[in-house]
């Protein structure tokens, strides 16, 4: 488990970032800083943790989830949960 992640300031104009509804904008921060991740950016995380983590129901994180996925900010496994940042 990683102590911290590091969050360019430029995260703040990428014009992708700032096309995320504000939870998926949240979900990314989480994804790029959470315990779970490592320094490569391809780690495994499943629904349950974003969900135990950010306290959101299912929906949540499938649609924000998906929202990352469609602006092509990771890429994710379905069926291992395998994100990739």
Same mark, same amino acid.
């Given at each position: +488990? @990683?102590?911290?992640?590091?969050?360019?300031?430029?995260?703040?104009h990428?014009? &992708?970032?700032?096309?995320?509804?504000?939870?998926a904008?949240?979900?990314?921060?989480? +994804?790029?800083?959470?315990?779970?991740g490592?320094? /490569?950016?391809?780690?495994? /995380?499943?629904?349950?943790?974003i969900?135990?983590?950010?306290?959101?129901?299912? @929906?949540?994180?499938? &649609?924000?989830?998906?929202e /990352?996925v469609?602006?092509? /900010?990771?890429? @994710?496994?379905?069926?291992?949960?395998?994100?990739?940042?």
């Amino acid at each position: +488990m @990683r102590k911290y992640g590091k969050i360019e300031t430029a995260f703040w104009h990428n014009p &992708k970032v700032r096309g995320l509804s504000e939870s998926a904008r949240l979900l990314y921060l989480y +994804m790029i800083s959470c315990p779970h991740g490592n320094s /490569l950016g391809c780690f495994v /995380l499943p629904d349950g943790y974003i969900s135990a983590d950010l306290e959101w129901d299912q @929906r949540q994180v499938s &649609k924000h989830v998906n929202e /990352l996925v469609s602006g092509r /900010l990771i890429e @994710r496994s379905e069926t291992s949960s395998l994100i990739r940042i």
